[in-house]
């Protein structure tokens, strides 16, 4: 992952120089004596923010009267701090940039607790700042007193806890710096009120010093061109990529590294759009829900190249039996990350953008022609395409495909609109049924898993990408958990577009009830759908908030809806698509078990075994070292020599 650097400080002034050639210095002007809140607005202008989203209250009310005279920050009210939180997720996501969320202490605080845990999970840029209660008041249960520091602990790169009005612009500098660099992730900034309130100088921090944090950026030649050597031997290669592609800002060097090997690529749940979908070397999603060549790819693979990749259960399903043939290459900025649930042959901790050029030039420079070798490879994978080909079957209730729909979303609104989707079927289904070509398109909650995430996430992407169309997808019970940013958007001019996927149920789990409890429904029906109360009407809300609704409910009314949606652009438009509650998501891959069962659909596995060729992979087969005597290093060493670095 690439590191955006944090802003310089204000230039220091130069000695002057007098007419006769006589120098004199200019004596530096006093530091200005302003509010800790007001050194607050201060830093984030220096920083570059622009944006924030937050909710006022009584420990972080000193910062919201400097941010009434802001000239460069514009401050976003949100209807809760949770969907403060996801926006400041779905700006940094669709940007690139550090999102901001303010709060205040107590259950303001902890409301942002889901968003932070969000962050941390999908490694997403996120700067928190909450108000304490007085310094004196700290453990004495005042009123609105939780510690947030204590409570974030497990889930963000660092927290800040800060009682002194003049350690306020190195705390949020310093926060900007860990969020945006090495991994990135959510930081933390605590301040108690007192230091709001006090009168200092203000000084901007000349150096940051942060002892014991040193993001990993420079790579380790000889693991590079262990690498590239690997690749070059390798008969059934796979680019397994990850969502570090996209936060490092590498598709580029990835589609060069891609063109150059020959290799087919697979692109996880939260890579989509980090390599196009129209390029003929891109398998899919792997994964619970991915495409069968993807799946079967990786199964079958004798190298495995990931990239910003963690080897997550969902990716993997039983570690023990995951690609059972392959070597491993596993190239991450976190050296957390790497041997954590397979270990490497060749691990290479660093930023992937520089990694991947770098391993592109070395594999330029072996000389190495893959094409050939790879060419039963491709027949192979070529047959399962035309075998397994990603599609559904249409309803027979005679209610919409939710499948057709997504897809007619993203056909209809092209390559250049921002997806955020909420989690469930409905995620599933913008993961495969959407063509994704450029990254920053998709955004989800793929770790946490959060319910709630679209339409703030899309609201903040919004805010960040202001020209492009920007869609929620959603399903019924996500869209009931943060709907209420709706009057965020549409009182702020922010107009996004919301599908909400209505199948009057909690439709994944329902999914799980149908195949794992014997079609018992404890508990999933949620009455917004056809047939049913309709409690609430989306229509109904969407208008009481001041937006566009509209309901779909045959199939020849769903490009005319989405037309009218991209065609509205004075508010936020939420159309309330009536789909079946029978539809499911495949392929699938049971959890816990090893992908070889990966089911096309219900009761359709591929028969893989029989196809499968021989792996012809010597377990005792060790890499030779290249000419000049370099070989590769361990996991362990990998790891010591980058942190010495």
Same mark, same amino acid.
């Given at each position: 992952m690439s590191?955006?650097?944090?802003?310089?400080?204000?230039?220091?002034?130069?000695?002057?120089?007098?007419?006769?050639?006589?120098?004199?210095?200019?004596?530096?002007?006093?530091?200005?004596?302003?509010?800790?809140?007001?050194?607050?607005?201060?830093?984030?202008?220096?920083?570059?923010?622009?944006?924030?989203?937050?909710?006022?209250?009584?420990?972080?009310l000193p910062v919201y009267d400097p941010l009434l005279s802001a000239e460069t920050l514009r401050?976003?009210?949100?209807?809760?701090?949770?969907?403060?939180?996801?926006?400041?997720?779905?700006?940094?996501?669709?940007?690139?940039?550090?999102?901001?969320?303010?709060?205040?202490?107590?259950?303001?605080?902890?409301?942002?607790?889901?968003?932070?845990?969000?962050?941390?999970?999908?490694?997403?840029?996120?700067?928190?700042?909450?108000?304490?209660?007085?310094?004196?008041?700290?453990?004495?249960?005042?009123?609105?007193?939780?510690?947030?520091?204590?409570?974030?602990? $497990? +889930?963000? %790169?660092?927290?800040?806890?800060?009682? /002194? #009005? !003049?350690?306020?612009? =190195? *705390?949020? @500098?310093?926060a900007y710096h860990i969020?945006?660099?090495?991994?990135?992730?959510?930081?933390?900034?605590?301040?108690?009120?007192?230091?709001?309130?006090?009168?200092?100088?203000?000084?901007?921090?000349?150096?940051?010093?942060?002892?014991?944090?040193? $993001? +990993?950026? %420079?790579?380790?030649?000889?693991?590079? /061109? #262990? !690498?590239?050597?690997? =690749? *070059?031997? @390798?008969?059934?290669?796979?680019?397994?990529?990850?969502?570090?592609?996209?936060?490092?800002?590498?598709?580029?060097?990835?589609?060069?590294?891609?063109?150059l090997t020959g290799a087919p690529v697979v692109t996880t749940l939260m890579a989509r759009g980090a390599f196009p979908d129209s390029h003929p070397s891109n398998l899919g999603m792997p994964g619970m829900h991915g495409t069968v060549p993807a799946v079967l790819a990786l199964q079958e693979a004798d190298l495995l190249v990931a990239v910003g990749a963690r080897f997550d259960d969902r990716v993997t399903g039983k570690a023990s039996l995951f690609a059972p043939d392959a070597k491993v290459v596993h190239i991450d900025i976190d050296p957390a990350e790497i041997g954590k649930i397979r270990t490497a042959e060749v691990p290479i901790v660093g930023d992937a953008k520089e990694v991947l050029g770098d391993l592109a030039t070395a594999f330029r420079e072996l000389g190495a022609q893959p094409a050939q070798p790879y060419a039963a490879w491709w027949d192979r994978i070529r047959s399962l395409q035309e075998q397994y080909p990603l599609g559904y079957t249409p309803t027979s209730d005679g209610l919409l495909s939710p499948q057709h729909v997504i897809t007619r979303i993203g056909e209809l609104s092209g390559p250049e609109a921002v997806y955020a989707s909420g989690v469930g079927q409905h995620q599933m289904w913008a993961a495969q049924f959407i063509r994704y070509?450029?990254?920053?398109?998709?955004?989800?909650?793929?770790?946490?898993?959060?319910?709630?995430?679209?339409?703030?996430?899309?609201?903040?992407?919004?805010?960040?990408?202001?020209?492009?169309?920007?869609?929620?997808?959603?399903?019924?019970?996500?869209?009931?958990?943060?709907?209420?940013?709706?009057?965020?958007c549409v009182i702020n001019d922010i107009p996004i577009k919301v599908a909400v996927i209505n199948n009057s149920s909690l439709g994944m789990v329902r999914q799980w009830q149908t195949l794992f409890y014997d079609g018992r429904y404890s508990n999933t029906h949620l009455n917004t759908g056809a047939g049913s109360a309709r409690v609430p009407d989306f229509v109904k809300l969407a208008d009481a908030y001041g937006a566009l609704g509209i309901r779909v409910e045959?199939?020849?009314?769903?490009?005319?809806?989405?037309?009218?949606?991209?065609?509205?652009?004075?508010?936020?438009v939420v159309i309330d698509f009536v789909v079946s509650a029978d539809a499911m998501v495949w392929p699938m891959v049971p959890q816990g078990v090893s992908n070889s069962g990966v089911q096309y659909a219900r009761d359709h596995a591929p028969s893989w075994d029989d196809e499968a060729p021989e792996s012809g992979v010597d377990p005792d087969f060790v890499l030779p070292a290249p000419e000049g005597g370099v070989e590769p290093v361990s996991e362990a060493d990998a790891i010591a020599e980058a942190e010495e670095r």
């Open positions: 590191s955006p650097t944090t802003p310089s400080p204000s230039p220091v002034r130069a000695p002057a120089r007098a007419a006769g050639g006589e120098q004199h210095t200019t004596r530096a002007p006093e530091p200005e004596l302003i509010t800790g809140a007001e050194a607050v607005v201060r830093t984030l202008e220096l920083l570059g923010v622009t944006d924030v989203f937050g909710l006022p209250g009584g420990a972080i401050h976003i009210l949100v209807r809760h701090e949770q969907g403060a939180g996801h926006a400041a997720e779905g700006y940094a996501a669709a940007s690139g940039r550090v999102g901001v969320a303010i709060a205040t202490s107590g259950p303001g605080a902890t409301n942002l607790v889901t968003a932070i845990a969000d962050a941390y999970m999908d490694s997403v840029p996120l700067l928190a700042i909450t108000g304490q209660v007085f310094s004196t008041l700290m453990g004495t249960d005042a009123f609105q007193e939780a510690d947030i520091v204590g409570i974030t602990m $497990p +889930i963000t %790169k660092h927290s800040f806890l800060v009682k /002194q #009005a !003049a350690d306020i612009p =190195l *705390a949020i @500098a310093s969020a945006s660099t090495g991994r990135p992730g959510p930081v933390l900034v605590d301040i108690t009120k007192d230091a709001q309130q006090e009168v200092v100088p203000f000084v901007w921090p000349v150096k940051l010093d942060l002892p014991g944090y040193r $993001p +990993i950026a %420079k790579v380790h030649g000889k693991q590079v /061109q #262990a !690498a590239a050597q690997l =690749l *070059a031997r @390798a008969k059934r290669p796979v680019l397994y990529v990850g969502g570090g592609v996209v936060r490092a800002h590498a598709d580029a060097e990835l589609l060069e590294v891609a063109d070509e450029r990254p920053n398109a998709w955004l989800n909650s793929g770790g946490a898993g959060t319910m709630g995430y679209a339409v703030p996430a899309a609201m903040g992407a919004k805010v960040a990408q202001p020209d492009r169309v920007v869609w929620a997808i959603d399903g019924d019970g996500c869209f009931q958990m943060t709907n209420q940013e709706l009057a965020t045959r199939e020849d009314q769903v490009d005319d809806a989405i037309r009218l949606a991209l065609e509205t652009n004075d508010r936020p």
